[in-house]
């Protein structure tokens, strides 16, 4: 979340930059060039943020892929699966083979599950119900859960497949037999079968990557050659690279009226939209917010509508659209477009008249974090939102650093904080659980310190139930049930927006129909077009 939020910080650059020279220059390279949030992380047991995401989804690959146009996920390294519940046992394609012409075997699997638990980093915590990963053979690979995890095919996402091997072959220093499990090494080099093979590595700056002419699915002629992945550019750098013609795509941080300048001077625009959601988060173990009433005063005083205008860039293109609860519209389980949020004043002003605090007996401290300008906007809404129902507020600046400390106690956390999240496998329970389960509080992502037992029993049960149509039942429910009992107001579901040149054709970001619910799967390179 931290990388996630450092763009904004020199976001707001005045001027325009054409993007005429990007459609005439270089007309004739297959080079993709695209910057993202510094740093870069190519050690698949350590990779988490979207920058590492995109390197992931190119370099490595996985059992399964998730399905584009819609939730779900299908085979890719793995041909079939079978599950009682608590075991689950994958064939693997034959035909399969890493970047240094070993082939795939069920031993490659069965390591990559064994570092990322062993290295207990990155997204490891996924896979902290798998008791053992064993190879049955060359080609079949079987998991063992110590309990029903119903996300679990959806948390293969995030394990990527790693060269045992080559791995073995690069030990660095460090105890054991395992020493450092490969970590040196991976920090530089990728171990990957993916479509892309890395050709030099810095996490601070760049990461350039090429065809692999061998990837077992073919890359498309007109997919990129080489692909430079900068990280860390501030705006004004990216405009002069686009003026320049030295740049296809921006990262998803710039602002609202700079993406619009430049959609203006002749920039598509690239959405991404289905996984992540903008959260102004209560925290209800301490005055005021220990009182429902208290959190629906402020929830219906919230003017929902001008948040989404607020990040609008043209009549038909936002970083927001309307939320309708704490999934995003379309995820498994979310509530209908239907069911959006809407300010009702007085409403608000009649649940403040219940709450168990006089209005004059507490000040709302409204946080912001100071990586994120963006944020003190809507703190600035909300503090007029707020006066209009009688309510005092101060507005508070603080940095990431602190402000991940503070939220470790609840006495330390402000009364209202804001995040982005997202769902880091595209199922609910990535981006629910984490938020609403009593078992979670004291993170970034769950500064509600939320004790609901009804919310608590129905993110446990989708953890347990199969079918998709049960477990869709069960969000809806825990949905409602947080629409009820308000410890968060659901500003918009976020889109991601980037701008592109027309050199550049990214179906997977620019048509519904083939886009993706992961984050940062539209971003896979050999699904793109480099227009001559």
């Known amino acids: 979340m931290k990388r996630l939020l450092k763009p904004f910080a020199a976001a707001l650059i005045a001027g325009t930059a054409s993007f005429a020279a990007l459609s005439g220059q270089a007309a004739a390279e297959t080079v993709l060039r695209l910057d993202e949030v510094a740093v870069g992380e190519l050690d698949p047991a350590k990779a988490s943020d979207y920058a590492d995401s995109v390197l992931m989804f190119n370099v490595y690959d996985t059992l399964v892929l998730s399905k584009q146009g819609g939730p779900g996920v299908v085979p890719h390294l793995a041909e079939s699966w079978e599950t009682d519940g608590k075991t689950y046992t994958f064939k693997l394609r034959q035909d399969v083979k890493f970047q240094s012409g070993n082939p795939l075997t069920a031993e490659d699997v069965v390591f990559s599950l064994d570092r990322m638990k062993a290295i207990g980093q990155g997204l490891s915590h996924l896979f902290a119900d798998v008791e053992k990963a064993e190879a049955i053979d060359a080609g079949t690979v079987k998991f063992t859960l110590s309990d029903v995890y119903s996300p679990f095919i959806s948390a293969l996402l995030r394990l990527p497949i790693v060269d045992k091997k080559l791995v073995m072959e690069n030990l660095g220093a460090g105890d054991g037999e395992m020493k450092d499990w490969g970590q040196a090494y991976l920090s530089t080099h990728a171990a990957g079968t993916g479509a892309y093979k890395v ?29 430079r992945f900068r990280y860390g550019l ?269 050199r550049v054709s990214v179906p997977a970001l620019s048509d519904k129909s083939k886009a993706f619910t992961l984050p940062g799967m539209g971003f896979t390179f050999r699904l793109m077009e480099m227009n001559e």
């Not at 090429?210 to 073919?218: E, I, Q, R, T, V």
């Not at 309708?324 to 519209?329: A, E, S």
């Not at 809404?381 to 602190?402: C, D, T």
């Open 199 to 227: 050709v030099s590595h810095n996490p601070q700056e760049e990461t350039v990557m090429a065809k692999s002419a061998d990837y077992f699915l073919g890359v498309p002629a007109k997919a990129p050659e080489t692909v």
């Open 234 to 502: 501030e705006a004004a750098t990216v405009r002069t690279l686009i003026a320049q013609g030295e740049h296809d795509i921006s990262s998803q941080w710039l602002p609202p009226e700079v993406l619009k300048s430049l959609a203006g001077q002749g920039a598509q625009l690239l959405t991404e939209s289905g996984g992540t959601g903008f959260y102004i988060k209560m925290n209800t173990a301490k005055k005021p917010f220990d009182d429902v009433n208290c959190r629906l005063a402020v929830a219906n005083a919230f003017d929902y509508d001008t948040a989404v205008r607020m990040v609008a860039i043209t009549d038909t293109v936002s970083l927001g659209s309307p939320a309708t609860g704490p999934l995003p519209v379309g995820m498994l389980g979310s509530l209908p477009a239907s069911e959006t949020f809407k300010r009702d004043v007085e409403a608000a002003k009649n649940y403040l008249a219940q709450c168990k605090y006089k209005p004059d007996e507490f000040t709302v401290e409204l946080s912001w974090v100071g990586e994120v300008p963006l944020e003190e906007r809507f703190a600035l809404l909300m503090q007029a939102n707020f006066a209009e129902i009688g309510l005092k507020s101060e507005v508070r600046k603080i940095p990431w650093a602190l402000f991940s400390e503070q939220v470790t106690k609840p006495e330390n956390t402000p009364n209202i904080s804001q995040i982005f999240n997202n769902a880091v496998t595209a199922d609910p329970d990535t981006l629910l659980y984490n938020m609403y389960h009593s078992s979670a509080a004291g993170t970034w992502q769950s500064t509600e310190y939320l004790k609901d037992a009804k919310v608590d029993e129905l993110l446990d049960k989708g953890r347990t139930v199969t079918g998709e149509d049960e477990r869709a039942a069960v969000y809806t429910e825990a949905g409602k049930r947080l629409r009820e009992i308000a410890p968060t107001i659901f500003a918009y579901d976020q889109n991601a927006v980037f701008a592109a040149s027309k």
